[in-house]
């Protein structure tokens, strides 16, 4: 064998021995991505719902304020969202096909449902098939609406559910909510996305 010869045959090993490492790196690379990708969707999902469940103690701790007072009390608090009103965000989080919708309701305390319109069902607990959606908590008021819906607007009923049903894209980056116990009107809770409220209304057997 020539000496040429030698030189294209180590020239042909060491092109061989740079495409086998490129090979194992890019596919390392692939599967580092797949799994950081999976990691933050999960992460996610942890985040979207600890804020669900801060967005309903939020209004449970407003509504106890209230009823603690008696009659004539009004409270006033803000929440800012950073998850609960971004399509992109639910919609990763929650493995979503359809639109990102939520329904805000109340039994002994607020419940927030994280809904798909494409399969809008609620799921109170995690399973091998359904991630929970449904986050609550409990407040001083123990009365049970979630079979009311005509106290909502908007409103719909999800299951054995009533409650204010809105796009999330349709909160505001910043929601007042404005709890009042006045016995001369009706029990309420009413979204407004112009001006930016949700209005509650508490009227024991009103």
Do not use: C, H
Request: charged residues 20%.
């Amino acid at each position: 064998m020539s000496v040429r010869e030698m030189k294209k045959g180590q020239i042909s090993l060491e092109f061989l021995f740079i495409f086998v490492l490129f090979v194992v790196l890019l596919t390392f690379s692939v599967r580092n991505i797949t799994f950081s990708s999976e990691q933050s969707s999960d992460m996610l999902r942890i985040q979207v719902s600890e804020e669900a469940k801060l967005f309903a103690n939020t209004i449970s701790n407003a509504i106890s304020q209230v009823y603690a007072q008696g009659p004539g009390a009004k409270a006033t608090e803000y929440f800012t969202f950073k998850y609960l009103n971004d399509d992109y965000f639910l919609t990763k989080a929650f493995s979503m096909e359809g639109t990102p919708q939520l329904l805000i309701g109340y039994k002994n305390g607020t419940y927030v449902v994280i809904l798909d319109s494409d399969n809008p069902v609620v799921n109170l607990n995690e399973a091998d098939t359904a991630k929970k959606n449904y986050f609550w908590s409990r407040s001083l008021y123990a009365v049970d609406l979630s079979n009311n819906a005509s106290i909502y607007a908007p409103n719909n009923t999800i299951g054995d559910y009533a409650g204010v049903f809105v796009n999330a894209t349709d909160l505001p980056s910043t929601l007042r909510i404005i709890v009042e116990w006045n016995p001369d009107k009706n029990e309420t809770w009413v979204f407004n996305s112009t001006s930016e409220e949700l209005k509650i209304n508490l009227n024991l057997g009103g």
